[in-house]
């Protein structure tokens, strides 16, 4: 019986947080606070709003959106790429697009970076623009260990992974702690599986809200929405960088109606 109880008192605080989640994050999402800084439909011209880390991806404008993708060759990290704003943005965050998965792997990840510099000792200048020939193979390793960033990685899989459902949502911060690793210092709980979202062919609306103390990840498709939230209010501060699209190798996405807002 007590167990019974146990149980039911954890499941009502669970729930209660969602719903406070919830409320906080339609508030935002709502307020009259954001100011468009970035509009990027995603039918003319990608260089006038990014640039492309890696020698070896395609960005292609079509009525259906931006279609980005790195190709077909595996683990060869020239064939990873990242696209960039050329803005960089400051303070509180809130980002809306449309995505849809063109791949059907159940391997690698697609990330979203957050306000991204560099970590300011040379040559990683703090202005990621001015090392880009660095980054031209753009190996994980040079992102994680010279940059600092949120990491968002979402329709994404474990390396070995080999079934469609089993996808993660998880966030991450850089750089990596000295004498630490990637896996052990840069996760920030609690990551997600089995998402039921991000199917190939499918649009889904993706809205990110940051602020100093949460970040926020809204999917909504037919049928379905769901709401991701991390505490990183005890993490180091992050308040002013560029946006990042990464694609591991093999992955490809379309990407349409790219907004960024900043607080007025």
Not at 96 to 109: L, Q, S, V
Not at 236 to 255: K, N, Q, T, V, W
Request: no cysteine.
């Amino acid at each position: 019986m007590i167990f019974k109880r146990l149980i039911v008192f954890f499941f009502s605080i669970s729930i209660f947080a969602q719903t406070t989640d919830e409320k906080t994050f339609e508030k935002l999402n709502n307020s009259k606070i954001w100011q468009l800084r970035m509009k990027d439909r995603g039918t003319k011209n990608w260089q006038s709003n990014w640039f492309l880390d890696g020698l070896h991806a395609e960005v292609k404008n079509s009525t259906k959106g931006m279609s980005f993708s790195t190709g077909t060759v595996e683990r060869d990290d020239a064939y990873h790429a990242v696209l960039w704003t050329k803005g960089s943005f400051k303070g509180d965050l809130k980002i809306e697009y449309n995505f849809t998965r063109t791949d059907e792997k159940t391997i690698w990840a697609i990330i979203l970076y957050l306000q991204a510099t560099g970590i300011g000792i040379p040559p990683y200048d703090s202005d990621i623009s001015k090392w880009n020939q660095l980054r031209e193979t753009p190996a994980m390793k040079t992102y994680f260990n010279y940059m600092k960033a949120f990491h968002l990685s979402y329709a994404s899989f474990e390396n070995t992974n080999t079934d469609q459902n089993k996808d993660y949502v998880r966030l991450r911060q850089y750089p990596v702690k000295p004498g630490e690793n990637f896996n052990t210092s840069t996760e920030i709980p609690n990551a997600f599986f089995e998402t039921g979202l991000f199917k190939t062919g499918k649009t889904y609306k993706i809205t990110i809200i940051k602020t100093a103390k949460t970040i926020y990840f809204k999917v909504t498709g037919k049928n379905i929405s769901k709401l991701f939230s991390w505490d990183i209010s005890q993490q180091p501060e992050l308040d002013e960088g560029r946006i990042g699209l990464r694609h591991m190798f093999s992955r490809s996405a379309i990407y349409k109606d790219f907004s960024i807002y900043t607080k007025k």
